[in-house]
């Protein structure tokens, strides 16, 4: 058999109705944009296979750096122990952040990094002796992340509708506007005595629909959270290590975080890794004399070595002057074709941040990720050899940023022509 055939006597595929799934595609190799297939197909990862491979495919540097870990330390328990590169990439990572980030407890992906960062939060005023401040503040579409805990700060969607009855109560609320902020202001200052939390996703919410909001009225959203003693998380998962046009998000708003949650880029894609970093406040509610006020919690795979490794070379290319060109150059692309494709009449919408540019389809009342018109989309566009995941009647480009204006040139040529012809 072939690896495709292998693949479905014993494979359970994510975000998948294997009854009816598509034949997956055996992919052999990559080099930065480029994903080839077992069958010598050539496809352009316009999505950064799901938003982690920021400097693209096997990039050499990041290799060379994993290797050599490997060779010398590939694991070692967190619990009473440390290792130079769990150190080093929180010296370095931390001056980073917005605001005055002072420790960074790791974890294994992005739902255990909002995982911890929520149980920062609950357990914060437990610590202080406030029995009351128990509720967390979220967007009503959100998405945080699969596991119990970041579910149930995530939008009531598909995802979550099985298991609606086991997720705790959260108060949602719409994205930010000039029309809402005061109404929004006002709902914060009257649950001060019940808010611990508010989680967010800043400038863009990614599965929900890459829906994008400004960062003056989120920035206001902060500053009543503050004034109310309300904490805050920032999910920067998605929008973290360049993808909104700055290092992160959060660089964009006066009023910093308390806390931030930090996965996908992080390691360049290359393997998995969470981090929640956390600020003085945070962090001295848990120092004490009483073991109960420990924060208990913890993965097997806490501050691996060698995903550590990752993350400290792929901040290494991060930092390069010719990354932060290549930002600029695909925030560029994106913004001359958002002026030249927009009010087209097959288009409910047109957004763009940074790298990311998202266009919505006229569907009429079908705009639910279970959209007839997305699958549609995706196979068209891997017959032309581009991988896009649309959400419902939503398609995304979020690319590597060692993406080329040529190849940036044919998906924008071929959205258009989708356009034309579906």
């Not at 609606?164 to 506007?177: S, W």
């Not at 913004?335 to 030249?340: A, V, W």
Request: charged share 20%.
């Amino acid at each position: 058999m072939n690896l495709v055939a292998r693949d479905q006597k014993v494979i359970w595929h994510p975000y998948t109705q294997m009854k009816n799934a598509l034949t997956p595609i055996s992919i052999t190799h990559g080099e930065g944009v480029y994903l080839y297939a077992e069958d010598g197909k050539k496809y352009i990862d316009a999505v950064s296979s799901w938003w982690v491979t920021i400097h693209g495919h096997a990039h050499p540097h990041i290799a060379q750096k994993v290797a050599k870990q490997l060779q010398t330390l590939e694991h070692v328990i967190f619990a009473g122990f440390t290792h130079e590169p769990a150190v080093t990439l929180a010296e370095r990572l931390l001056p980073l952040l917005p605001g005055q980030q002072e420790k960074a407890f790791y974890s294994d992906n992005g739902s255990t990094a909002v995982e911890v960062a929520l149980k920062m939060c609950l357990q914060y005023w437990n610590n202080k002796g406030n029995t009351t401040k128990k509720k967390v503040l979220a967007f009503k579409d959100a998405y945080h992340g699969d596991t119990f805990g970041a579910m149930s700060v995530s939008g009531r969607s598909i995802f979550t509708n099985p298991f609606a009855e086991l997720l705790f109560d959260v108060e949602f609320i719409d994205l930010p506007t000039a029309e809402n902020i005061s109404n929004l202001q006002s709902k914060i200052s009257n649950l001060k005595s019940e808010l611990a939390c508010f989680i967010f996703e800043p400038l863009i919410l990614g599965a929900g629909g890459m829906l994008m909001y400004e960062a003056k009225y989120l920035d206001q959203l902060l500053a009543a959270c503050t004034e109310n003693e309300v904490l805050t998380i920032a999910d920067e998962v998605m929008t973290g290590f360049g993808r909104t046009g700055t290092f992160f998000a959060s660089e964009q708003l006066s009023n910093r975080p308390d806390i931030f949650c930090l996965s996908k880029g992080l390691t360049g894609g290359t393997m998995p890794m969470g981090l929640t970093t956390c600020n003085a406040k945070i962090f001295e509610a848990f120092l004490s004399e009483d073991k109960l006020k420990t924060l208990y919690h913890g993965h097997s795979f806490t501050a691996n070595p060698v995903a550590c490794a990752a993350s400290l070379a792929s901040l290494d290319i991060l930092l390069e002057p010719a990354t932060l060109a290549n930002i600029k150059r695909v925030e560029a692309q994106h913004r001359q074709f958002f002026e030249q494709i927009k009010g087209h009449p097959k288009l409910r919408n047109v957004r763009q941040t940074g790298t990311i540019i998202a266009l919505e389809w006229e569907t009429g009342n079908d705009t639910s990720y279970l959209s007839g018109l997305r699958d549609r989309l995706y196979t068209y566009f891997l017959t032309k050899g581009i991988i896009l995941r649309p959400l419902g009647n939503i398609i995304y480009i979020l690319p590597p940023y060692v993406i080329s204006n040529d190849d940036l040139a044919y998906i924008y040529r071929t959205i258009q022509q989708a356009l034309d012809e579906i």
